[in-house]
């Protein structure tokens, strides 16, 4: 194939993501690459730093496409499908990364058949992201690999054959950087109340967490074997697990991946309004 057409519905932080990974990998020009969004400043921002082209009307951006890409809210979906619906070219890609919309719902109000279902997360932005990704039966080998080029801009990526997968991974790693900043900030602020100036407090959790993540991919140990080797026999390490055990760290964490994994469920119902009432509290 010659170099993709390429149209991104939603010039968001993930919009972003994948046109900037999709131009640092040299898998299209620039000038095949259109962002479509409502707010002209918005996509004015990024024909200035990408060179794509600004579009605000959806329907006309997906004209001669090879790849629709849809990087919307969730909330957002309905609307954009259906001003999309006979317009994406029939031999093009659909390429969703909205959390809990499934494929055959996507299939139904686009009137469209080849699709891919990807949840990539923020890291992305610098490359180093993780995907987890599906695609419907009419996906051709092309496209396959070409959704396969598209994700990998983005770091690793993960094909599944089953989409239930992706909600899981939504609750994983898409969701996943969030889980991880708010224990590096609770560090980060641990480190100032022992009397660290925040500049050095936000230098040790993070080498440590980045240390911590390259150590465990290059041992592949399990995490309670590194755990012990940190863990000295009536030493600071033990007294500080103690406290996390005793809190529930676990099983919070558990418990709020499933609560995750049931919300990314909710979503792909179109259950966009949630209370804490019906949140999935399991105490
Ligand atoms: N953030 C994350 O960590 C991840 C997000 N996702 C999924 O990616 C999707 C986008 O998320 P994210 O980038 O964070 O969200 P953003 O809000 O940053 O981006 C959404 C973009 O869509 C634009 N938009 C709104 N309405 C329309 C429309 N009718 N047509 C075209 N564009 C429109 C918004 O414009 P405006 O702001 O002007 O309304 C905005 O630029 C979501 O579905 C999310 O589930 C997947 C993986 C990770
Ligand atoms: O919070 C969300 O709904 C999105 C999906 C995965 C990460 N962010």
Not at 65 to 78: F, G, H, N, T, Y
Not at 229 to 241: D, I, M, N, Q, Y
């Amino acid at each position: 194939m010659d170099a993709p057409k390429i149209s991104v519905i939603g010039p968001g932080a993930m919009g972003e993501a994948i046109i900037a990974g999709l131009l640092r990998d040299g898998l299209t020009p620039a000038q095949h690459v259109t962002a479509s969004g409502p707010d002209v400043e918005r996509v004015e921002e990024l024909r200035s730093v990408y060179g794509v082209r600004p579009m605000t009307d959806n329907a006309a951006a997906v004209e001669g496409a090879d790849v629709v890409i849809l990087s919307v809210k969730p909330q957002r979906l309905e609307r954009v499908l259906s001003g999309l619906c006979g317009k994406v070219p029939p031999q093009a890609l659909v390429l969703s990364i909205v959390a809990g919309a499934a494929l055959p719902s996507i299939s139904e109000r686009l009137q469209h058949k080849a699709l891919v279902r990807a949840m990539p997360n923020t890291p992305a932005q610098i490359g180093e992201g993780i995907t987890v990704w599906t695609a419907s039966a009419a996906v051709s080998t092309e496209q396959h690999e070409l959704a396969r080029c598209i994700l990998g801009a983005l770091g690793s990526e993960i094909f599944v054959e089953e989409e239930n997968y992706l909600d899981m991974a939504t609750a994983l790693s898409g969701s996943g950087p969030a889980y991880v900043f708010l224990f590096m900030e609770a560090m980060v602020d641990a480190g100032v109340h022992l009397g660290f100036p925040r500049r050095i407090a936000e230098q040790l959790v993070t080498q440590t967490v980045r240390g911590s993540a390259d150590y465990f991919a290059g041992r592949k140990s399990h995490p309670a074997a590194l755990r012990n080797e940190v863990t000295s026999p009536g030493g600071t390490s033990a007294a500080a697990l103690y406290y996390l055990e005793k809190a529930g760290f676990r099983t919070a964490i558990s418990r709020a991946i499933w609560a995750a994994y049931e919300r990314s469920q909710e979503l792909g119902k179109d259950k966009h309004r949630k209370s804490p009432e019906n949140s999935a509290e399991r105490d």
